[in-house]
Nanobody, 120 residues
Framework: QVQLVESGGGLVQAGGSLRLSCANS????????MGWYRQAPGKEREFVAV????????DYADSVKGRFTISRDNAKNTVYLQMSTLKSEDTAIYYC?????????????WGQGTQVTVSS
């Protein structure tokens, strides 16, 4: 069973930094990419960043470009999100996501979420 375990959330002042981690601690599978989404109170879940597991290529939401950096450690099956120059509007629950192929089927897994709160 795939198990995505997130860590690194917390409370930080505006302008500060945090680093989130997400590790697949369960069964491995052929991953296409891993990424981060977030959901603020009263809002829909939105895309933040994604990294291609094979090539390392990345993509970001416009709202975080230049402030957030996504990276991966293939050996540890872990993805990171370095968040800098945090703003109050970055406050949300951040969810890790992994997509790929398992037993010849397309799969899409989610972590349990980690809270990030930015105080102004």
């Amino acid at each position: 069973q795939v198990q995505l375990v997130e860590s690194g959330g917390g409370l930080v002042q505006a302008g500060g930094s945090l680093r989130l981690s997400c590790a697949n601690s369960g069964r491995t599978f052929s991953m296409d990419d891993m990424g981060w989404y977030r959901q603020a109170p009263g809002k829909e879940r939105e895309f933040v960043a994604v990294v291609n597991w094979s090539t390392g290529s990345t993509d970001y939401a416009d709202s975080v470009k230049g402030r957030f950096t996504i990276s991966r450690d293939n050996a540890k099956n872990t993805v990171y999100l370095q968040m800098s120059t945090l703003k109050s509007e970055d406050t949300a629950i951040y969810y890790c996501n992994a997509r790929g192929l398992q037993f010849a089927r397309r799969v899409n897994y989610w972590g349990q979420g980690t809270q990030v709160t930015v105080s102004s």
